[in-house]
């Protein structure tokens, strides 16, 4: 397989420009303090919820085990903090219903360079077999920081009737506002090209190769010095067209390699595994550490932020000390029209600010009540069929025809014949559409109903 399509600038087709708000892209990340309370919900990734594995009053030490995996979709929980567990109960989430989580009060900040781990040196590290690798990268906690948040030891273990060739790494960063990406490659790029080292020889991959939107040319410049200095000649970055959705991995393979992967089939069975730059890079930096997730870096941004910028932030963050610290509105935190985790084209709108951040949130958008639409946009008119939908979605579907179906709920026939499972719900459809129709909230109810109805079955 040759990679020719960069070389001719090509990409995929269809697909939006959106403006890109990457304002945060020339700082380097800072470093966000404790909180008083750190909320670690134990449902924060796909799969099934780890159990807790402390108990209340009980101490813990940054990066300690505090939630064990319940099965192999499933990653354990680590302290973020040095402290006190101080409650084991519901709490808010971001997807609306309060879960189970582990509470924990921080002692003062001259504890917390205590750390949780055992370090293996270099010897050890090239000892590991693929399934050593594995085994490690479960014991991080690792899922996906790119948003999907799935259990990252999963995503790399290749079925045993597949063979991979290729890990494809996903630069993009697509969505307007996010830079943490951006900010990752720039100041960690040797960490970047360690976990990417990792995960090739987890996977068996003979290449790996960095995608990265030609928006970021600082970016590829770091990942390349990087490369160099580690010797690595099996491991390229390329950059490719930016367009929205770059960062999905079917349109950045079909980007890098002008090849479609089949409805219904995953990147595997083209001998291919893709992976985010922000958890290769993690992945880089705790495995020689022998130590947990318990941070990420966070986009924080939007024009209700006064000190908008990339942030390291502990895990289990509440929004509420997340936005006092970067500064909102006057008026403070109240006043935010909206706050979304993750971009403003696919992220989630939060009701609560007692919600904490979990491993796969890369962004906190915060927009002010003159941001939002007028009153005229917010209005929802009949579709006048222009297309505009069919024209820009990435995977070829037609909007239009589902957003019918599911006006009359309908939802087989947009399952069975229009390909719903095929939309991986980017926005494109709903950002153009002159009737301000909210497509892809639809599809969403649409496929919920019939996931629920397969259950029952």
Known sequence: MKLLNFLRGETFARGIHPPEHKDTAATAIRRLPYAPRLTVPLSQHIGKTPRPIVSVGQEVVRGQPIARSNDWLSVPHHAPATGVVEAIDLRPSARGPWVESIVIRPHSAATQEDLWGTPRDRDTMDAMTPADILQAIWDTGMVGLGGAAFPTHAKLTVPKQSKVHTLVVNGCECEPYLTCDHR???????????????????????????????????????????????????????????????????????????????????????????????????????????????????????????????????????????????????????????????????????????????????????????????????????????????????????????????AKREYETMGENFHLGDCFECGCCTYVCPSNIPLVQQFRVAKQVLRERAMAQ
């Open 184 to 406: 990752v490659m720039v100041e960690e790029a040797d960490f970047l090209v360690a976990g990417i080292r990792y995960a090739m020889r987890a996977t068996g991959a003979v290449r790996g190769i960095v995608g990265v939107e030609d928006n970021k040319p600082d970016a590829v410049t770091a990942i390349r010095k990087a490369i160099a200095a580690a010797g690595a000649t099996d491991i390229f970055v390329e950059a490719v067209p930016t367009k929205y959705p770059q960062g999905s991995e079917k349109m950045l393979i079909m980007s890098l390699f002008g090849i479609e992967i089949p409805s219904g089939a995953l990147p595997v069975s083209l001998g291919m595994v893709m992976n985010n730059v922000g958890t290769l890079a993690a992945l880089g930096r705790l495995l020689p550490a022998g130590q947990g997730l318990t941070e990420r870096v966070v986009t924080i941004a939007g024009p209700g932020v006064k000190r908008p910028g990339d942030y390291r932030v502990p895990l289990g963050t509440p929004l509420s000390f997340v936005l006092d610290w970067a500064g909102t509105p006057a008026a403070g935190p109240a006043d935010a029209r909206q706050v979304i985790l993750g971009g403003p084209m696919m992220g989630q709108s939060v009701t609560s600010l007692d919600t904490p951040v979990t491993k796969g949130v890369s962004g906190i958008l915060v927009f002010r009540r003159e941001d939002m639409a007028t009153s005229d946009r917010r209005v929802t008119y009949p579709c006048i069929k222009c297309g505009e939908c069919v024209e820009s979605c990435p995977m070829g579907l037609n909007p239009s025809t589902l957003g019918m179906l599911a």
